[in-house]
C-alpha cells in the first residue's frame, strides 16, 4: 500500500471537509463528536453517525480503550443545553474487521436521548451499487485544509462518486465493499479525522469514509453500508 495513504482519522486532529461549507445548525441532528483514548493513551477523534437511540457507527480502526460521544452539537466551542456528552459502555467490532484493508466497521453503545437536535439516520437496506457520476455529500469539524486551522462549526462538501477503476492505486480496494469517491480535478475531500462519518446520497447515508491520501487531494475510499445491514439489525 503505497506511503500516501492514511487513515481518515488523527491523533490530534478534529475531523474535517476540504472545501466545504458551513453546515446549517440542527440540519445534522445524527452527527457526533467523538473523541477517544487509544491503547497507546494519545487522544484521537473520527467521524460517526447515530443509527438508533442505542448505536453509533463508526469505522472499527477507531477503537479506543476510552471513548467519549457529544450529540447535538454544532459549535464546538459553545457548549449549549443541547448537548449530550457520554460515554461508551460497549464497542462492538465487526468480526471480519481486518486492520490491515480496513475492511468493515464498528457499533458504539450509548445512551442516547433523541430531541429536536439528536436524531437517528437512515441506512441504505438493500445492496445495489449506485452509477458513477452521483453527488453525494460528507460532512465533519476540523481543518479545512492540509496546512490550515480547524473549524469550531460542523461543515459539508459534496462528493462525486467515481468509477471503480479510479481507485486502482490502492492496492487492496475491493469494489464489493468499497466505493472510490472524489473527482481528481476537484479540490473537495474528506480528510484526516473524517473517518467512520456517513455520505449520504438522496439523504440516506449510504457509505462510510474510509482513507484517502496524505494531501488530501482526491481520490478516498469508502466503506459500502448495505454488505453490513444484516449486522447491524442483528447487534
Known sequence: LP??????????DKEEIISGVESKPRSRPYMALLEMVTDEGYVASCGRFLLS?????????????KITVTLGAHDIKQEESTWQKLEVSEQIIHPNYSSFTKLNDMLLKV????????????????????SPGRMCRAAGWGRTGVMEVV???????KLRLMDTRACNLYFFYNHNLQICVGNP???????????????LCAGVAQHIVSYGLEDAKPLSVF?????YVPWINKI
Open 53 to 65: 437511540q442505542e448505536f453509533v457507527m463508526i469505522a472499527a480502526h477507531c477503537k479506543g480503550r
Open 151 to 157: 473549524s469550531d462549526t460542523l461543515r459539508e462538501v
Open 111 to 130: 445512551p442516547a436521548k433523541l430531541t429536536h437536535a439528536i436524531g437517528t439516520i437512515s441506512l441504505l437496506t438493500w445492496s445495489t451499487f449506485i
Open 185 to 199: 480535478r476537484k479540490t473537495r475531500s474528506a480528510y484526516k479525522g473524517d473517518s467512520g462519518g456517513p455520505l
Open 3 to 12: 506511503l500516501l495513504v492514511f487513515l481518515l482519522s488523527s491523533r490530534s
Open 223 to 227: 466503506t459500502r453500508i448495505s454488505p
